[in-house]
């Protein structure tokens, strides 16, 4: 299999891979996206150059032109009421010393606002971005020149008019026809360049006008291009991805469903070809596993075969310490079904019998150990079942089993036959245990031990299931039970607390209750407490009530032996038992 993977994959390593084309549409789409960068960008230079050829020099040289056109205005106003004070006799020599001022600061003004237009001129025609604006400067440049030579003339004109005023006291000066046809020259001279400058202006923004729709027209169609190519490359691509992956889902569908006969043939040349390959690899990993499954299942818990299978830590194999139940199940004297059967037939009566008895114990998540004889051995604990439920699990287990009593007398022909069924509670060791050639994933301790006795006790109790105080401190409400007694088992010395499970309380008759009230509360109690002949009492009442309630029995013949023993007066109510 790893041979033929890596044959696959040499064999594909020409072919486009998965990240070749997304990386190829990825170009096609950025080329889309930089030629329209381009365009946007080439676009805005442009209509910056033009804006800006109009906020740095047009527009600040109209407000010169018009700063030029009212000094000079202003100046040929002033130099009229210069030459109106000279008519009014007598001359007013304060009001006209302020016009001369005023006259003199017009004409400098004038001449600034020229140079400064002419700086600004020349200094454009170096700087301006476009040709067109360039040569509109060109053009009103000599305007400009000229308007300064005027002015210069029409300064000198005021400077002889003065002269000529204040010494031949001359009249009328102000209406020479040159002074008159040199005011219409200026201001014909400055209408024309602000003619020019708005015309230029005018054109300039319908340009940018122009420009920007057709940039806007540019961008349209390049995202529109943008946006379809983009639209068919992701269909083809996804289609080309989508169509693999959703034959891998429905594969994997199958294998979650349990379905391992699936076979994934894709052809894409890229990373999901490869992907198919290890899926057809996992599968047959699965099938193998499954196998083994199917067939070491039969002898350890499947549970545990997964994990050793899938080398997972959730079932620690190892050895840890933990609490658990355990529980051991037989049938009374089991000897007499190989007395009824042949070989053939004991092996099948067998194997129906500790079926019946393994059925509980798989339904409510326990683990079968072992089979020794006709006895079962099964425990429960964590990673298979929560903490706090494995005793209620085993005592429920237990009572299935129970109900399978009919079944199994039909099955080995024997009508008078019984469970004997002991279950404890405690910390045990569990893992993985045997030689180097063979191991068990099994239970280790002193609980082990304990629930064996009592199974062997229920026989001298005459009850079906018994279990130990730690059992029953896990158990809840559901669950009806009775205190037998307190004893010592065989091979070992501390006093265990034993008590009988009597079913389901909501299965249970009123007589049952009354019972277990009786023998608890009065019986056992005056039995501890050495008041023989009260406690004889109390058992046959309870005897009145189920006169096959075999645990009175056994203290009423108890109590008569006690009679005849010696016992002291510090007693601590502990039976021994000297059977297993």
């Not at 486009?16 to 365009?39: E, H, P, Q, R």
């Not at 082990?448 to 005459?462: E, T």
Request: hydrophobic share 40%; glycine share 4%; aromatic share 8%.
């Amino acid at each position: 299999m790893e041979r033929s993977l890596v044959e696959s994959v040499k064999s594909e390593k020409a072919k486009i891979s998965l990240a070749l084309k997304i990386f190829g549409i990825a170009i096609v789409m950025l080329t889309l996206l930089c030629a329209s960068a381009y365009i946007s960008s080439k676009g805005i230079k442009g209509a910056k150059d033009k804006m800006a050829d109009l906020s740095d020099y047009l527009i600040p040289l109209t407000n010169i032109i018009n700063n030029i056109e009212v000094n000079i205005l202003e100046q040929e106003l002033s130099f009229e009421r210069v030459l109106t004070l000279y008519k009014i006799k007598p001359v007013n020599r304060e009001a006209l010393d302020i016009e001369l001022q005023y006259l003199q600061e017009r004409g400098k003004k004038a001449d600034a606002e020229l140079e400064k237009a002419l700086a600004l001129s020349r200094g454009a025609i170096k700087m301006f971005y476009r040709e067109q604006s360039k040569k509109t400067v060109k053009q009103i440049l000599p305007f400009l020149e000229n308007i300064k030579r005027e002015h210069n003339d029409f300064t000198a004109f005021i400077r002889k008019a003065m002269v000529i005023t204040n010494v031949e006291k001359k009249e009328g000066f102000v209406e020479n026809p040159n002074f008159l046809s040199r005011e219409e020259r200026f201001n014909r001279e400055i209408e024309n360049i602000r003619e020019q400058i708005e015309n230029h202006t005018g054109n300039t923004i319908s340009t940018a006008l122009e420009d920007e729709s057709t940039l806007m027209m540019n961008i349209v169609l390049l995202t529109t291009m943008a946006f379809i190519m983009g639209i068919l490359l992701a269909f083809l691509f996804t289609r080309g991805v989508t169509g693999p992956v959703r034959k891998l889902m429905d594969a994997m569908r199958r294998v979650k469903q349990g379905d391992l006969n699936v076979d994934v043939k894709i052809k894409t040349g890229d990373e999901i070809f490869l992907l198919s390959v290890y899926f057809r690899k996992m599968v047959k990993e699965l099938l193998f596993k499954e196998s083994i499954m199917k067939t070491f299942g039969k002898y350890v818990d499947p549970r545990v075969v997964k994990s050793l299978v899938n080398d997972s830590e959730e079932i620690e194999t190892e050895g840890q310490k933990q609490i658990m139940t355990v529980m051991f199940t037989d049938i009374e004297e089991g000897y007499k079904i190989a007395e009824n059967f042949s070989s053939s037939e004991l092996v099948h009566v067998m194997n129906r019998y500790l079926s019946f008895l393994s059925d509980p114990v798989s339904r409510h998540r326990g683990v079968i150990d072992k089979f020794i004889d006709t006895t079962l051995m099964s425990f429960w604990g964590p990673p298979f079942i929560k903490e706090s439920n494995h005793s209620m699990a085993a005592c429920s287990a237990a009572l299935e089993q129970l109900g399978t009593m009919n079944d199994i007398r039909d099955l080995i022909a024997v009508n008078h036959l019984d469970f004997r069924i002991g279950i404890a509670t405690g910390a045990l060791i569990v893992g993985n245990m045997g030689s180097d050639q063979a191991k068990s994933y099994t239970v280790l301790g002193d609980t082990v031990n304990i629930a064996s006795r009592l199974k062997g006790a229920c026989k001298q109790y005459g009850a079906r299931i018994m279990m130990t105080e730690e059992t029953i401190s896990m158990l809840t409400e559901e669950m009806f039970f009775r205190e037998i007694d307190l004893i010592r088992v065989v091979g070992k010395e501390e006093p265990v607390r034993v008590f009988e499970l009597l079913g389901h309380k909501d299965s249970l008759s009123n007589d049952i209750v009354e019972l277990k009230d009786i023998f608890e509360n009065k019986a056992l109690r005056a039995y501890r407490e050495m008041a023989w002949d009260m406690a004889l009492k109390y058992f046959k009442a309870c005897l009145n009530i189920n006169p096959n309630d075999t645990p009175s029995t056994v203290f009423i013949e108890r109590i008569d032996r006690i009679k005849t023993m010696n016992i002291k007066n510090d007693w601590d109510g502990v039976w021994k038992l000297e059977i297993k």
